[in-house]
């Protein structure tokens, strides 16, 4: 079993910064991909960025340019900088680690409000 835990979240004005970390624990496999998924208020969760265990980035288009995902693998975390945030960025952020073999965990969240 993999526990998850975020943190970093909080209130920031347009064009402003946040740094969400998200530190992984117990029974994690070695090869894997780690990332994060938004959801806002009355709408499906979605992608935002991942990081493998080998280095390969991915991005969705709403946040290309702007989020830079990175990784301590000897910490386990996974961090999301998130730079020039828009209102439209406001969501509850979710973090995963998904194993080559084995089932995607997920953390509780933490909640993004981008507002002046």
């Known amino acids: 079993q993999v526990q998850l835990v975020e943190s970093g979240g909080g209130l920031v004005q347009p064009g402003g910064s946040l740094r969400l970390s998200c530190a992984a624990s117990?029974?994690?496999?070695?090869?894997?991909?780690m990332g994060w998924y938004r959801q806002a208020p009355g709408k499906q969760r979605e992608f935002c960025a991942s990081?493998?265990?080998?280095?390969?980035?991915a991005y969705d288009d709403s946040v290309k340019g702007r989020f830079t995902i990175s990784r301590d693998g000897a910490k386990n975390t996974v961090y999301l900088q998130m730079n020039n945030l828009k209102p439209e960025d406001t969501a509850v952020y979710y973090c995963?680690?998904?194993?080559?073999?084995?089932?995607?965990?997920w953390g509780q969240g933490t909640q993004v409000t981008v507002s002046s």
């Open positions: 995963y680690i998904l194993p080559s073999v084995g089932d995607r965990s």
């Open positions: 990081r493998s265990s080998s280095g390969w980035s």
């Open positions: 117990g029974n994690i496999f070695s090869t894997n991909t």
